[in-house]
T-cell receptor, first 114, second 116 residues
Framework: GAGVSQTPSNKVTEKGKYVELRCDPI?????LYWYRQSLGQGPEFLIY????????DSGLPNDRFFAVRPEGSVSTLKIQRTERGDSAVYLC????????????FGPGTRLTVL | AQSVTQLGSHVSVSEGALVLLRCNYS??????LFWYVQYPNQGLQLLLK??????LVKGINGFEAEFKKSETSFHLTKPSAHMSDAAEYFC??????????????FGRGTQLTVWP
């Protein structure tokens, strides 16, 4: 079946602009995670959704970052007033439920802020 | 809080040689443990995971890892490397309860090169 998909695969923007990154999880997966992977680093947790609600957003670096999942499926990560330090690969993962169920990762969106 | 240390950002082996990628974790309670592999331009793929039970865990592509609580380690091994094993490998832990359950904490990764 279809895996996790993320769009766009690449996004180049200018400092100060607003961007939206989209994640389509595996159908039926209730848990959805966003991670950020900077160059030479492992992925860092940003936010976790169980259904429509953000169960844990403690990884969001500041209030310029926001994510939604209005219908419990597709999620959008929104970044306002982008900064050069936001440049990274943004990864989305989904799993059948929270906990030890395997997280399936998408290919990521590479964000470059000029 | 959980944290993961992967010793060696780059490991090189010859084809057919033993692969050993090291991972140590820090956690107030024994966490769940994972190894993921990332091929170029692809998403992270789960190799294996330890939750409970037998401490030697077998995964895909001939990889295995052993949870050693006394050493707080979860090293990844494969008896004989293949060219197709060249990739980046990430060790990760997750908490076992509450808000940390399911939230993955990753190491910085180890790039494996396999020489013919």
């Amino acid at each position: 079946g279809a895996g996790v998909s993320q769009t766009p695969s690449n996004k180049v923007t200018e400092k100060g602009k607003y961007v939206e990154l989209r994640c389509d999880p595996i159908s039926g997966h209730t848990a959805l995670y966003w991670y950020r992977q900077s160059l030479g680093q492992g992925p860092e947790f940003l936010i976790y959704f169980q259904g429509t609600g953000a169960a844990d957003d403690s990884g969001l670096p500041n209030d310029r970052f926001f994510a939604v999942r209005p219908e419990g499926s597709v999620s959008t990560l929104k970044i306002q007033r982008t900064e050069r330090g936001d440049s990274a690969v943004y990864l989305c993962a989904s799993s059948n439920s929270q906990g030890i169920d395997t997280q399936y990762f998408g290919p990521g969106t590479r964000l470059t802020v000029l | 809080a959980q944290s993961v240390t992967q010793l060696g950002s780059h490991v090189s082996v010859s084809e057919g040689a033993l692969v050993l990628l090291r991972c140590n974790y820090s956690s107030s309670v024994p966490p769940y443990l994972f190894w993921y592999v990332q091929y170029p331009n692809q998403g992270l793929q789960l190799l294996l995971k330890y939750t409970t039970g037998a401490t030697l865990v077998k995964g895909i592509n001939g990889f295995e890892a052993e949870f050693k609580k006394s050493e707080t380690s979860f090293h990844l091994t494969k008896p004989s490397a293949h060219m197709s094993d060249a990739a980046e490998y990430f060790c990760a832990v997750s908490g076992v309860r509450g808000s940390t359950l399911g939230r993955l904490y990753f190491g910085r990764g180890t790039q494996l090169t396999v020489w013919p």
